[in-house]
């Protein structure tokens, strides 16, 4: 059986979907999974369960063994989130045939959804996340719905180059998608990502990421609270040591002043799309269920020099 290893995050640390910040992309992957098992579910993704078990986490696995009952709160937030990116995807479909997953974790949209013909579906994450995920689905006799190209690389590095090596093209529009990543990166690094996306990005480019408005509300409330949640059940998980603090600047701000032309989309219009009430005494003021959609103009400079 696999443990969590509890150690704090550092410049170079390294994980796999058992181990450090990894380990939040198979929690995800959990809550995906239980909220396919609702009575008239609003997701359907059949490799998120056996990906969880997959990792060998304990806890986990109790939890999807009806051992250890969890709240409903968590799993409406995924079904929200979810829907969210997949509707992005759905959207963006009509028009264009380049999609960029970035920190790709235990994401199935490749398998689990409907891409128009000629698609390609670009995974960007580290080598062990990506091994372990394909491994683990081909095992199951699980097929890519599209074209999909495993970029295995750390964010940290020179993540543009070896996405350009797996034949993206910056030349032609691409959908982006940021989910639950920003809290894991310092926040310099926020803006460093939507920089380079941004000169990688076509005229026509979108992109859709979720957003914290309120990061010390988050990580002074939020996060002990999740972490005391997880140890109930068995999980030795810091989320304290897992994310970074610091000022950061506005997602929305940062990609207009970067010619992308944004829209924001709140924590309680998310929940209400998909008839849930907000849960507005745990979430309030928190900004961790907000998001922002944009799109890059023809009119914008760097997208023009992109083209070029």
């Not at 894991?184 to 990005?201: G, K």
Request: proline share 6%.
């Amino acid at each position: 059986m696999n443990q969590f290893n509890p150690a704090g995050r550092c410049d170079g640390d390294s994980w796999d979907p058992a181990t450090s910040v990894g380990v939040t992309a198979t929690m995800v992957a959990l809550w995906r999974a239980l909220a396919s098992r609702q009575p008239d579910a609003l997701l359907d993704d059949p490799f998120a369960e056996p990906l969880v078990r997959a990792v060998g986490l304990e806890p986990f696995a109790r939890v999807l063994d009806g051992e250890v009952v969890v709240g409903a709160l968590a799993t409406e937030r995924i079904t929200s989130r979810t829907r969210f990116f997949d509707d992005f995807f759905a959207s963006a479909g009509t028009a264009i045939r380049q999609a960029v997953i970035v920190a790709a974790g235990l994401d199935s949209r490749a398998y689990r959804l409907t891409w128009p013909p000629g698609t390609v579906v670009y995974e960007v994450d580290r080598p062990q996340v990506l091994d372990f995920k394909t491994t683990t689905l081909d095992a199951l006799g699980a097929v890519p719905t599209v074209d999909r190209r495993l970029v295995g690389v750390d964010l940290r590095d020179d993540w543009q180059a070896a996405l350009l090596d797996a034949d993206f093209d910056p030349h032609q529009p691409t959908a982006w998608s940021v989910e639950g990543l920003l809290v894991y990166i310092p926040p310099s690094a926020q803006n460093q990502l939507f920089d380079a996306i941004t000169v990688l990005s076509a005229p026509g480019s979108l992109l859709a990421t979720d957003v914290i408005a309120a990061p010390d509300s988050f990580f002074d409330h939020r996060v002990p609270s999740l972490t005391e949640h997880w140890r109930r059940i068995g999980l030795d998980l810091d989320m304290s040591k897992l994310v970074y603090r610091g000022q950061r600047d506005s997602v929305a701000d940062h990609l207009t002043s970067r010619g992308w032309q944004v829209s924001s989309h709140p924590a309680h219009e998310i929940y209400e799309r998909n008839g849930f009430s907000f849960p507005m005494n745990t979430l309030a003021g928190l900004g961790e269920m907000g998001f922002a959609t944009a799109m890059l103009p023809e009119t914008s400079g760097l997208a023009a020099a992109r083209a070029d």
